[in-house]
Nanobody, 112 residues
Framework: QVRLVESGGGLVQPGESLRLSCAVSGLSVRDNAMMWYREVPGKQRGWVAQLTSDGNTFYPDETEGRFTISRDTLKNTFDLQLRSVTPEDTGVYFC??????WGQGTQVTVSS
């Protein structure tokens, strides 16, 4: 059974940094593609970072240069580092592996 559990969300001030983590069981982060998504009320869930199975990373324009996706093959986790956050980064962040499996989401709120 595949299970993903996010952690690390919370309240952060504009301009600060935050690190989210996704613990994976039942699949290896070494062999699969992983993504982070953000969901905002009234909008479709959108991707914010992608890490391919061969280690390439991709970001949409809105997160390029500020967000970093990475994986730890020993812990079987993958993370999302958020930097220079703005109120527009507020939302529920979901991790996804293999395009099929989702975590439960973790809330990130950017506010002063």
């Amino acid at each position: 059974q595949v299970r993903l559990v996010e952690s690390g969300g919370g309240l952060v001030q504009p301009g600060e940094s935050l690190r989210l983590s996704c613990a994976v069981s039942g699949l290896s982060v070494r062999d699969n593609a992983m993504m982070w998504y953000r969901e905002v009320p009234g909008k479709q869930r959108g991707w914010v970072a992608q890490l391919t199975s061969d280690g390439n990373t991709f970001y949409p324009d809105e997160t390029e240069g500020r967000f970093t996706i990475s994986r730890d093959t020993l812990k079987n986790t993958f993370d999302l580092q958020l930097r220079s956050v703005t109120p527009e980064d507020t939302g529920v962040y979901f991790c996804n592996i293999d395009g099929s499996y989702w975590g439960q989401g973790t809330q990130v709120t950017v506010s002063s």
